[in-house]
């Protein structure tokens, strides 16, 4: 058996875990976990970057002795280098307000329509296209995606890894290169990023200072993993070879949609607001991001953090469907006040406002098992693709009440885990680049047999849903 230490970086938190694999094993344990808090200052929202890599150093010194190391994180952050590759400040996080009106003035010069059959990429205020013309960049030499920022602090090298980068919305799906024109309509220079690495390739060995500070001995190697945490966690659905799914990756976001062999660029499509991100093995990653368990974080946050086992057996007590918010609303995407924010969304919807916390949290979790169905129903229509079952995999697995309303919403069996499904999607890259593990299907077999699965069977029929639908539709 060989270790990997797996660095997974998400939103809220970061964990180093190792995975121990063999032919017919895969093991994994946490050797650290951190929390991610970004820091408003007066220039706005900002990444402690390098309390992250603190937490990362942290993490390989617990991990022990490890094989290979491979880092995901969120996508489309980064930061910006000068010519002696010093970070030129912490980056700014997704959530910050400076795009605000970009996409307007990005649409003014690619219509967002050709914005859209040229790269495959939902609308999102964030992508990092939107970024790049608010900010103006100047005076930088190198940017530097979040995990390729890490990787390069780990090993003095620099690349940009390509599920990642086709987050960006300057990627061609088609291609899987650089969307050469889109950048050069909007003065974006693409010579900012280091060059495309696949995962699977050679990122680096461990600095010598890096062994040093962590008690490792050398040479370590880096390893390219899917380094958007979506990307790993999607590789890491433990479908049945030929089964037809669709997945759930569920935590701070919740991102529902298909694995396919080729982008859709339709008119439809976009209108839908669905993603055509790149996945491994050519793969394309079909989906639409939807608010996820964000909304209840911050509830949860709102109130003074209870007990989260105890509010969701009050939400399970709760009348069920009777408010509904649109989960993929961008009104719901800044920090703050987010219980008021539910309850004036349903006000304005005519639908009864919640009135305690357990009728908040039944609220979101409907809205956002509604939201599933929708993103699930779509996209089997606009991809010609039918499904069979729904793989739910990531944090939200944890929330039993969340993964049967699921099941409820779609008509369909759900089948959640694994938890740690980026994680384990980073290790299974560094095996099988290490000999251990075969193609995607094999290692996909292989976490069937290894991780703890629940199925969940849908009950009743889906006419609330339908009408819990069709109501948010006119509200």
Not at 132 to 161: C, F, K, N, S
Not at 172 to 179: G, L
Not at 243 to 262: H, K
Request: proline content about 6%; hydrophobic content about 40%.
């Amino acid at each position: 058996m060989k270790s990997y230490a797996a660095v997974d970086l998400g939103a809220s938190s970061g964990r180093v875990m190792v995975g121990r694999v063999g032919p017919d094993s895969l093991e994994l344990a946490e050797a650290h976990r951190f929390v991610n808090r970004p820091v408003r200052v007066p220039e706005g929202l900002r990444w402690d970057v390098l309390a992250l890599y603190a937490g990362v150093l942290d993490g390989l010194k617990a991990a022990g002795q490890v094989d290979s190391v491979g880092i995901d994180s969120w996508a489309v952050d980064y930061g910006l280098l000068d010519a002696d590759g010093a970070l030129l400040g912490n980056p700014v996080h997704y959530r910050d307000s400076r795009t605000e009106g970009v996409a307007e003035k990005v649409w003014a010069t690619v219509p967002a329509a050709d914005l859209y059959a040229a790269t495959g990429l939902q609308y999102a205020p964030f992508n990092t296209l939107y970024q790049l013309v608010a900010e103006h960049v100047t005076g930088a030499e190198r940017l530097l995606l979040i995990p390729d920022l890490l990787t390069y602090w780990l090993t003095g090298e620099q690349g940009t890894e390509l599920t990642n980068a086709s987050t960006t919305q300057l990627i061609d799906p088609r291609t899987r290169d650089w969307s050469y024109d889109i950048a050069s309509r909007l003065g974006i220079d693409l010579g900012l990023f280091a060059p495309l690495r696949q995962p699977g390739d050679p990122a680096g060995v461990l600095r010598p200072e890096v062994l040093e500070g962590t008690g490792l001995s050398g040479p370590v190697p880096v390893t390219t993993v899917g380094s958007h945490d979506t990307a790993s966690a999607v590789a890491a659905v433990p479908a049945a070879a030929g089964e037809r799914f669709a997945y759930i990756c569920t935590g701070t976001w919740s991102l529902a949609g298909l694995e396919l062999d080729a982008p859709v660029l339709t008119e439809e499509s976009r209108a839908a607001n669905f993603t055509n991100e790149l996945g491994l093995d050519g793969t394309v990653r079909y989906l639409r991001n939807i608010m996820g368990l964000w909304l209840l974080q911050e509830c949860v946050r709102a109130w003074g953090e209870p007990e989260l086992g105890a509010l969701l057996l009050d939400a399970a007590k709760a009348p069920a469907l009777r408010s509904v918010v649109d989960a993929s609303d961008p009104v719901f995407l800044a920090p703050g006040r987010m219980p008021e924010r539910i309850a004036e969304a349903c006000r304005a919807s005519g639908q009864p406002v919640p009135r305690t916390p357990g009728e908040t949290t039944r609220c979101i979790l409907d809205s956002l098992a509604l939201a599933h169905r929708r993103a699930i129903e779509e996209a089997q229509r606009l991809a010609d693709r039918p499904v069979d079952v729904v793989q739910v995999v990531g944090g939200g697995t944890r929330n039993a009440l969340l993964c049967q309303l699921t099941a409820d919403a779609c008509g369909l069996p759900v089948v959640a885990g694994p938890t740690e499904a980026a994680a384990l999607g980073n290790v299974l890259v560094q095996a099988r680049t290490h000999g251990l593990v075969g193609d995607l299907a094999d290692g996909r077999t292989l976490l069937t047999r290894t991780q703890p699965l629940t199925r969940y069977e849908p009950q009743g029929d889906t006419a609330p849903w339908r009408a819990a639908e069709a109501r948010l539709a006119t509200g």
